[in-house]
């Protein structure tokens, strides 16, 4: 279904707001540009704020997903 | 490093200094008896007494900047006055005091016989290293990310509509009502709450505003400012601007902002200077509007909700820089069973220690737990297993510094506690549906 390749993953879940986008930002310094990191969560409010950190630092958002009250996303290392 | 780039950089370094250089600014620059007393008044001396952690020394580092300026005897015999030109290893030596270890409390403040506001000039000093790129980087990450939320509000909005219909629900079962609604972009609303990304500021808010009969509509973007951390008055104006927009659109009466101290400085404090006016609304914070609603008999609250005794941790920006002291307090004594003051509290309590954005920067763990400590020996000798504070910068900081000091207590928000009275009340009261026939 998804192929993406998955270099790292992270437990967010339980984390409020701004801590998953700090550790997500944390993170994604230790991966290698080009590699995946997918992470899950279960504060809603990271389904907007996750993309909106992508877009300021220029990383891809391959993928946003929310599913039975987990939200999980997939973001690649650009720079 | 060049010559040519040491200058560009002290220059635009100088330039911010001169941008923030206001009265209030100078006034804070120019005195200072060099008594001490702000030594033991700063919770991070208090907690970790270095000499370079009294608040005098580290305004110093600014102040003989400043002299060298704009003293006219530190312009000509610098030493006499102890005037010092700006160099880059003086830039990146300011950034620890600047940054880490002033949480911008301003209880040196109140207690300097001649009122010097050190943080405001550790704020210049901010302005100064994110002007040169020294700021920590995850603050600027997430003042960017909130303006980039702004500035693609059409993008999010659908996103967050399903955000909030999740929402609604969730506020719908746990209040037992499917009537609850969690109005969003409702025109002509009374009230525009502006909560944080978290759904814990919205859920227990859409039921107290539901409880209470209240003509809101909840704001697409999140209270907190970063921009007023980083010293920045541009990038703080620009994520005030998401709000501000907002509530003239919608044409509210007012802007309730969440249980966020910092967030309440910079919108009722601080933006009608970024804007050169008054806004058109009232900005209040939801702890003023939750005491109003207890004044006026609006909530049907159950203290036995909440029967261990609580204590209240007064967050800086709320009741030292803001005045909000007895809102609070009428809600805790209408909320639970066993209210117990710290001490000291309201205008003189101490920082939690997590203050100007340093509960978001990682590598400050450490230094935020050390400046805490004067905190977590407040909170042991209050002795009361549950701290309330109305502040998430605030519940951030005591919950790290719950399992850092074993201090073992519940740390919850105002609305939390307010929910659970309003619930068990609910319960209390709830008439039972007559059996089908
Ligand atoms: S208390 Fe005020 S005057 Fe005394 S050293 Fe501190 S800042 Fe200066
Ligand atoms: S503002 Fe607070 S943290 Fe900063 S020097 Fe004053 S007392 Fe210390």
Request: one cysteine or more; hydrophobic letters at 45%.
């Amino acid at each position: 279904m998804d192929a993406v390749q998955v270099n790292k993953t992270l437990d967010l879940k339980g984390l409020l707001c701004p801590i998953p986008v700090v550790k997500m930002a944390q993170a994604i310094k230790t991966v290698a540009v080009g590699e995946v990191i997918e992470a899950t969560a279960t504060d809603p409010g990271v389904m907007a704020d996750i993309p909106a950190w992508c877009r300021t630092t220029g990383q891809e958002l391959v993928r946003i997903t929310r599913e039975n009250g987990v939200i999980s996303f997939a973001v690649r290392r650009v720079k | 490093m060049s010559e040519t780039v040491r200058t560009e950089t002290i220059n635009t370094a100088l330039g911010a200094l001169e941008r923030v250089l206001d009265r209030r600014l100078v006034a804070a620059l120019e005195v200072c008896a060099r008594c001490g007393i702000c030594a033991e008044a700063c919770h991070v001396y208090a907690s970790d007494p270095r000499p370079e952690h009294v608040p005098a020394a580290r305004a110093e580092r600014v102040r003989a900047v400043y002299r060298r300026q704009h003293d006219p005897l530190g312009k000509l015999f610098p030493w006499l006055v102890g005037a010092k030109d700006l160099t880059e290893p003086d830039l990146d030596a300011l950034a620890e005091p600047a940054f880490a270890s002033c949480t911008l409390c301003r209880r040196c403040t109140i207690n300097c016989p001649f009122g010097v506001d050190t943080a405001l000039i550790m704020r210049a000093a901010r302005a100064m290293l994110t002007a040169t790129d020294r700021a920590p980087e995850m603050l600027v990450m997430l003042a960017d990310a909130a303006i980039a939320r702004g500035e693609h509000a059409e993008e999010f909005r659908e996103i967050y509509r399903e955000i909030v219909a999740g929402l609604e629900h969730e506020a719908q079962e746990r209040l037992g009502d499917p009537t609850l609604r969690i109005p969003l972009d409702q025109q002509g609303a009374e009230i525009l709450y502006v909560g944080l990304s978290g759904a814990h500021t919205i859920l227990p808010a859409a039921i107290i505003f539901h409880e209470a009969n209240a003509s809101w509509t909840l704001s697409m973007f999140e209270a907190s400012n970063y921009g007023l951390f980083l010293g920045d008055p541009a990038r703080a104006k620009a994520i005030a601007r998401r709000i501000v927009d907002e509530a003239v659109r919608l044409g509210v009466k007012e802007v309730v902002l969440t249980e966020c101290g910092h967030a309440y400085a910079a919108l009722r404090w601080e933006a009608p200077n970024w804007f050169g006016g008054e806004f058109p609304f009232k900005v209040r914070s939801i702890v003023e509007v939750l005491a109003d609603y207890v004044r006026d008999g609006r909530l049907a609250l159950d203290p036995t909700a909440n029967p261990e005794p609580v204590t209240y941790h007064d967050s800086c920006n709320l009741a030292r820089n803001g005045g909000l002291i007895e809102a609070p307090r009428i809600v805790l004594r209408a909320a639970v069973q066993n209210f117990v003051e710290m001490n000291p509290h309201g205008k003189e309590n101490f920082c939690c220690g997590g203050g100007g954005g340093l509960v978001a920067i990682p590598e400050w763990f450490e230094t935020r737990m050390r400046a805490g400590r004067k905190k977590a020996e407040q909170i042991r000798a209050a002795g009361a297993p549950v701290v309330a504070t109305s502040c998430e910068n605030c519940n951030l900081q005591l919950t790290d510094l719950n399992g850092y000091y074993d201090l073992n207590v519940q740390v919850v928000g105002l609305m939390e506690l307010v929910v659970n009275a309003l619930l068990k009340a609910r319960r209390r009261h709830a008439v039972p549906l007559p059996e089908a026939a």
